[in-house]
């Protein structure tokens, strides 16, 4: 008996997108237009015009997904990854029987467990309580295995003071935390997780993942799971799958799926900039340029590890901020974390005005070693609020080695730093 759980067969999604042009007129066209309504009224046989302001509606086809295949085999830890509107979250719509594809066709054995959003399968008016027997009975449990795991849910989730209350009055974060907790715990055969999980606090996140990986190792399941952050990723899954404008473009091992989506998707640039309409924002703040510059404060083509960088957060705070904490992370091109440093190091209590801001932090030269690298970013109020989730965003490389004190052809320093130590050497 074949071992696979979930068979894609040439799925495809189409949509149809509805564009709007607006007509717009001149006064000449008014006056002309009058003028023919006139001698329409003189002459009623005369074919008459109409002068319309109505907007023009054009509609095209979007492919979300478009011939996508391949097999998942039972307790395969699957990593899907790809940029935003690469179909990552249509796939497991139509993987999770929410969404019919257009083509093709998927097969899966046993149950679906799916959390794509806050409060998938909740209804607000309920208590928690009973969204857990009801979210339950939705995946197919009955009342009796619901009943036996259910201290254990209410324990994970952190919500045991508020199982009586209505979850329409939850917090984004304790809604994330009894979806998952209900999904996670009630055994099904495939458990589909979309990047849901960054609504939770850090510690929480942590929790999911550990759980994920005893539900996948431990106990056979089979788990799909999206994240743009690559280090969860890469601890979570064993497989991935790599989606670009709706197509699949790798389905491998999840090393060599973060390296392409790495080097695909990271800009080569020292420097993003948004535009206002395009920026990441929140309700608190709006980020305006990431960039890295060297020790001159140049943008830099070529960079040798005696080379200081500078890394800059230029961003919008919309409202006064008291604890905001910028942090950077720095990866390897395969995703193996660095290093991790926040802004509020040498100011742990500090409070921002409303205005603009940046944050800017120097990694000192000789710790890097050749290679490139990939800069991460995350922003919190530490134990209230995720304003965004870890993201990549830039890259940079370091291609010359300063100083080689054992001479040409001794080849590059072992490991990620080559940091410059202080020696002494006692003759005894």
Not at 65 to 88: H, M, P, T, W, Y
Not at 337 to 348: C, G, I, K, Q, R
Request: charged share 20%; hydrophobic share 40%.
């Amino acid at each position: 008996m074949s071992d696979t759980i979930i068979s894609a067969e040439n799925i495809g999604k189409k949509y149809i997108v509805g564009h709007q042009q607006q007509q717009y007129v001149a006064l000449r066209d008014v006056v002309a237009h009058s003028v023919k309504t006139l001698s329409h009224r003189l002459n009623p046989y005369k074919p008459h015009s109409s002068l319309s302001t109505a907007n023009t509606t054009f509609k095209e086809e979007f492919w979300a997904l478009k011939n996508v295949s391949f097999e998942i085999k039972q307790g395969d830890r699957v990593g899907i990854i790809g940029r935003n509107g690469a179909g990552k979250s249509t796939l497991l719509k139509i993987l999770s029987r929410i969404t019919e594809p257009t083509t093709g066709r998927v097969n899966l054995k046993g149950r679906v467990a799916s959390l794509l959003e806050v409060g998938t399968g909740f209804h607000p008016e309920l208590t928690g309580r009973e969204n857990i027997y009801l979210n339950g009975a939705i995946l197919g449990m009955g009342k009796v295995e619901i009943h036996h795991k259910f201290d254990e849910i209410a324990a994970f989730a952190e919500v045991e003071k508020f199982l009586d209350t209505p979850v329409k009055r939850y917090s984004s974060g304790m809604y994330v935390r009894l979806a998952f907790s209900v999904a996670a715990h009630l055994e099904p055969e495939i458990l589909v997780v979309d990047e849901v999980l960054a609504v939770g606090d850090v510690q929480f996140q942590k929790k999911c993942l550990g759980k994920m990986e005893d539900v996948a190792e431990n106990e056979g399941r089979t788990v799909l799971f999206v994240s743009h952050n690559m280090a969860a990723i890469k601890r979570l899954c064993s497989q991935g799958i790599l989606l670009q404008q709706g197509k699949l473009l790798i389905n491998d091992n999840i090393d060599n799926v973060i390296q392409n989506y790495l080097a695909k998707s990271i800009s080569i640039d020292r420097v993003i900039t948004w535009e206002i309409n395009d920026a990441p924002k929140t309700s608190e703040m709006i980020l305006r340029e990431i960039r890295i510059l060297d020790d001159q404060r140049r943008v830099s083509s070529t960079l040798s590890t005696a080379d200081s960088i500078i890394v800059e957060i230029e961003y919008d705070l919309l409202i006064p901020i008291r604890g905001l904490r910028i942090v950077i992370g720095l990866l390897t091109q395969d995703g193996v974390t660095v290093f991790s440093s926040s802004d509020l190091f040498n100011a742990p209590d500090s409070a921002r005005l409303a205005g603009k801001h940046i944050s800017r932090c120097t990694i000192p030269g000789n710790l890097l070693n050749i290679g490139s690298y990939i800069l991460s970013l995350y922003v919190d109020i530490p134990k209230i609020k995720i304003l965004f989730n870890t993201q990549e965003y830039l890259s940079f490389t370091i291609s010359e080695l300063a100083n080689n004190p054992m001479g040409i052809g001794a080849g590059t320093p072992k490991g990620i730093i080559n940091p410059q130590l202080n020696w002494e050497i006692l003759n005894l």
